[in-house]
């Protein structure tokens, strides 16, 4: 069975850093759309896309902060001058594997900013 399996989560203080990873078969990478995703406390449903690895595309409240790569089979988020607003669970995605609906999450990494 396919996974994606995150990493790095934790608590950070406003201002600090964190790099949240994603671990996958590499042929996902190379296949899928793939992007970070986060969920605010309290909005069960609701899951923003932040960041893309196609394109560099990022959110406007991450832009400048954020920084999706990929390093062998390895998807990271690099989250620098973190801020409050940036609490959440994030998700690494991959999607539109091969052009189609298939589409596989990592399990969430919880991600807590401190003032």
């Known amino acids: 069975q396919v996974q994606l399996v995150e990493s790095g989560g934790g608590v950070v203080q406003a201002g600090g850093s964190l790099e949240l990873s994603c671990e996958g078969p590499?042929?996902?990478?190379?296949?899928?759309?793939m992007g970070w995703y986060r969920q605010a406390a309290g909005e069960a449903q609701a899951r923003d896309l932040v960041?893309?690895?196609?394109g560099r595309w990022y959110a406007d409240s991450v832009k400048g902060r954020f920084t999706a790569s990929r390093h062998n089979d390895t998807f990271t988020l690099l989250m620098n001058d973190v801020k409050i607003e940036d609490t959440g669970t994030y998700y690494c995605?991959?999607?539109?594997?091969?052009?189609?609906?298939?589409?596989?999450w990592g399990q969430g990494s919880q991600v807590t900013v401190n003032p």
């Open positions: 995605a991959a999607e539109k594997c091969w052009q189609t609906a298939t589409e596989y």
């Open positions: 590499g042929y996902l990478l190379n296949y899928c759309e």
């Open positions: 960041a893309r690895l196609r």
